[in-house]
T-cell receptor
Framework: NAGVTQTPKFQVLKTGQSMTLQCAQDMNHEYMSWYRQDPGMGLRLIHY???????DQGEVPNGYNVSRSTTEDFPLRLLSAAPSQTSVYFC????????????FGPGTRLLVL | GENVEQHPSTLSVQEGDSAVIKCTYS??????FPWYKQELGKGPQLIIDIRSNVGEKKDQRIAVTLNKTAKHFSLHITETQPEDSAVYFC??????????FGSGTRLSIRP
């Protein structure tokens, strides 16, 4: 198993550009989530999904969209990038719900100029 | 909303000494409390977790204690080693939808 994979590893965007951060898992996990990590702020939940076709907002959802058309994939879309979205983004998954081991991907480092 | 506070933000201990990191949570419905370790350039990885029906759990040099009345839980690392240097996150979940993480503790082990 590859576990949780994320692409790209690093991306530079200009303000106003859009992009999609990809996340995939091959463990047949139902629960998937996106976090951003900023210095001194820990891991903040952006969006999460409890299964295909179901998504919901986390602590900091503004400026981000998600969809879950398959069990395996959970892409995160930045609609119009802003410098405040400069961060490291982590995708995570678990078998069924958040009260289980979360398996994190390697992260995507995003710089918005 | 739910909140998890973590202290200290940085911690430096002599190799061989013990390290303690403390967290408090606000949601009284929280019933799952994991701890994650993040090494440089990697994603966090679970090191130990505890559920609300248990007061203490130990795994070799790592232990976690939970005080439900006070809504706080702690990570204890004994006989610290250089490979324990990392960022540690606590978290809390009520199992329904979300898991909320603390702000992290950067642990440094001095030789």
């Amino acid at each position: 198993n590859a576990g949780v994979t994320q692409t790209p590893k690093f991306q530079v965007l200009k303000t106003g550009q859009s992009m999609t951060l990809q996340c995939a898992q091959d463990m047949n996990h139902e629960y998937m989530s996106w976090y951003r990590q900023d210095p001194g702020m820990g891991l903040r939940l952006i969006h999460y999904s409890v299964g295909a076709g179901i998504t919901d907002q986390g602590e900091v959802p503004n400026g981000y969209n998600v969809s879950r058309s398959t069990t395996e994939d959970f892409p995160l879309r930045l609609l119009s990038a802003a410098p405040s979205q400069t961060s490291v983004y982590f995708c995570a998954s678990s078998y069924q719900d958040p009260a289980e081991t979360q398996y994190f991907g390697p992260g995507t480092r995003l710089l918005v100029l | 909303g739910e909140n998890v506070e973590q202290h200290p933000s940085t911690l430096s201990v002599q190799e061989g000494d013990s390290a303690v990191i403390k967290c408090t949570y606000s949601d009284s419905a929280s019933n799952y409390f994991p701890w994650y370790k993040q090494e440089l350039g990697k994603g966090p990885q679970l090191i130990i977790d505890i559920r609300s029906n248990v007061g203490e759990k130990k795994d070799q040099r790592i232990a976690v204690t939970l005080n439900k009345t006070a809504k706080h839980f702690s990570l204890h690392i004994t006989e610290t080693q250089p490979e324990d240097s990392a960022v540690y996150f606590c978290a809390a979940s009520n199992g329904a939808s979300k898991i909320i993480f603390g702000s992290g503790t950067r642990l440094s082990i001095r030789p």
